[in-house]
Structure formats: structure tokens, C-alpha cells
């Protein structure tokens, strides 16, 4: 199991002087909406001067048409990201669209598909999708995985069910994660370290129990220890 730290600072800066402090650890770091249209490839390349090692997963979860969406992952397999994610929601077609265009790139970055945002209870998924969380969790997984991607983000509850029904090395990424129980915050299903393993979580991704800690670098570092 991998650790994913989510760099959802206020600024840049905080940014950079987190990912300092985290410089001598085998980590992934998370880019998400905020930082990236704010700070943008510039600050990619920045945390990779600060460790060429740093695995980096640019978390824009695209949702478009299939064209756009393609036209998207083409530019972002252009900036040196190792990972990158996509909606299951926007179809089978528009994922292999997406897999089609990026296939032949060397290196090219692992693709992931969101199933069911974490932040959503069973009651507020059925709003929108009428159906079962974890049903329908699964059956977007099967779309993604039908359409050659590497894997999905889901919660830790669904993890076990992919791996058991899809295929056990089809990738799950699990944020929501409270490694010793701390506060969820706006999550709604979160999960520890030990529920993650117990699923056969390939990479958890934690935010604000590490950036909001006192001392995020020993929080990673016990994280680590866990895994
Ligand atoms: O602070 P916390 O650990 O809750 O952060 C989780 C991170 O994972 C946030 O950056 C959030 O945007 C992201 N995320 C999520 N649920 C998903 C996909 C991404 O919480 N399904």
C-alpha cells in the first residue's frame, strides 16, 4: 500500500514547504483542482526539483465529452505526472477514447476513474444516480476497467468488492482516509489504516490529517511505519 499526500494548502508556498518537509520520504502527492489552476505546471515542476522521486497525481477529474476528454489526457501525459483521473460517469466510450489516445506515449501515466465521490452518503448518491452506492460503485468500476484503464478511486468500502468482482490488480485509490481516526471533516465514509488493508487498498490518499498537523512530517512518517 502506497501513501498519497493531498497538497491542499492554502498557497503555493505552503505547498512547496510542506512537500520540503516531505522531501526524504517514498511518497505520491496528490495535485487537485485548487493548486493546479492557481499554480499550474509551474508548480509541478517545483516539487520535482525538490525530489526528482516524488510521484505526482494530478487529481482533475475529467468529465466531458469523449473528444475533450482525449484532448485532455494527451496534454496531460505531456507534463511529467505519473497518474491522472477521470469520472466513470462520463462513459465507457469517452475512457477509451481517452485510453486510445494516450496508449502509445512511453511512460504514459497510470489512469484512474472516480466511482463514487467519498463525500456522498448512500442517500445523496441515490439523488442522482438512483441506484445503490456500492452496486453502482462496482459497475462503474467494471465500465473502467472494460475500457482499459489502470484502475479506480473509490472509498475503502468498495475496494474489496472490485478487487473480488473485477479483478485484483485493477488499482483502487481510496481518499477519505483517517489513518489513526481522526476527524472526517466534510467525508463522509471514511476509513484507517487497517480497514484499508483489510480491502486490499492499493494507495490511500490522506489531506488534512497531515497538512492541518502540527508536524505533518511525523505524522507521514508514522503513516509510513503503518505500511
Ligand atoms: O483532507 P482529506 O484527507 O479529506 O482529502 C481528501 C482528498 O481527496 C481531497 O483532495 C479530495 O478532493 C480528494 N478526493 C476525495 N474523494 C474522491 C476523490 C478525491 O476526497 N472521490
Redesign the pocket.
Known sequence: MKLCV?L?NDSMKENLALALTLKDYDIWL?V?FRSYIRDGKYFLEELKKINPNFKIFL?LKLYDIPNTMADAAQEISKLGVDMFNVHASAGKIAMKEVMNRIKDIPNRPLVLA?TA???FDNESFKDIYNEDITEKATSFARDSYEAGLDGV?CSAFESLDIKNNISSDFITLT???RPFGEDA?D?QRVADINFAFEQHVDFI?????IYKALNPSEVVKRILERL
Not at 490518499?205 to 490529517?209: D, E, I, L, M, Y
Open positions: 493531498a491542499d496528490k487537485g487529481d472516480v465521490l467519498t463525500s478511486v481518499p477519505g482516509i471533516g467525508q490518499v490522506v489531506g488534512r490529517p
